[in-house]
């Protein structure tokens, strides 16, 4: 009997085996001795409140055309990325291995700790700070939790709004936290005061 081949590895070097990879520049290493604690969970749209039209792929890999919308010519030049992105049916892209630091969480600080870029996960869905986003959101954020949380020491998951509070409002309050702390595996006490409640 032919043996079956052996099952491929959910993560390879830090990209996950289920994503679309879309490689990003905007990245650099983690400083040495730093675990992998938290995920950030942020909303993006470009324009604001458009979806499916690539314009965030094509921002986290400096692709954006910057003369395509007028909304673009206040980010232009600006050089961002994230680990994930999961659009509005649920796909995923990846665009930074999560070994890796990506440059989503800019200046924050969190239970004690500055610069969260170095200890965490971004993850980026698309979406309007404030409004709701769909179940197949949902459903493809529970299995990369589920998978970064086994394979990764993460302990916390927050917004952005959590981390530089004043400054960014994303997720926002159509973010239903306990949806997400109920599939993520972590405990509750890994989340923001006051945004999971039974």
């Known amino acids: 009997m032919t043996p079956l081949p052996s099952p491929?590895?959910?993560?390879?070097?830090?990209?996950?085996?289920?994503?679309?990879?879309?490689?990003?520049p905007n990245?650099?290493?983690?400083?040495?001795?730093?675990?992998?604690?938290?995920?950030?969970?942020?909303a993006i749209s470009l324009p604001p409140g458009e979806y499916g039209n690539g314009a965030v792929q094509a921002l986290f890999t400096n692709q954006l055309d910057w003369?395509?919308?007028p909304y673009f010519q206040g980010i232009a030049g600006l050089e961002v990325s994230?680990?994930?992105?999961?659009?509005?049916?649920?796909?995923?892209?990846?665009?930074v291995s999560a070994d890796a630091r990506a440059w989503h969480a800019?200046?924050?600080?969190?239970?004690?700790r500055d610069?969260?870029?170095?200890?965490?996960?971004?993850?980026?869905?698309?979406g309007l700070d404030g409004h709701t986003f769909t179940p197949a959101q949902y459903?493809?954020?529970a299995s990369l939790s589920g998978a970064l949380v086994q394979h990764y020491p993460i302990t916390q998951?927050?917004?952005?709004?959590?981390?530089?509070?004043?400054?960014?409002?994303?997720?926002?309050?159509?973010?239903?936290?306990?949806?997400?702390?109920?599939?993520?595996?972590?405990?509750?006490?890994?989340?923001?005061?006051?945004?999971v409640s039974v």
């Open 8 to 24: 491929q590895p959910l993560w390879h070097e830090g990209w996950y085996r289920y994503a679309h990879r879309l490689d990003s």
């Open 82 to 95: 994230a680990h994930f992105f999961i659009d509005r049916q649920g796909g995923l892209w990846q665009f």
């Open 115 to 126: 610069n969260c870029n170095d200890h965490s996960i971004g993850i980026e869905l698309e």
């Open 157 to 195: 998951a927050a917004g952005h709004e959590h981390i530089a509070p004043g400054r960014k409002p994303d997720p926002g309050p159509g973010f239903d936290w306990l949806q997400f702390a109920r599939a993520s595996g972590l405990p509750y006490a890994g989340f923001p005061s006051g945004v």
């Open 67 to 69: 003369n395509a919308h």
């Open 139 to 141: 459903d493809t954020l």
């Open 27 to 42: 990245f650099g290493p983690r400083p040495p001795g730093v675990g992998i604690e938290l995920m950030v969970i942020h």
């Open 106 to 112: 800019g200046a924050s600080h969190y239970r004690g």
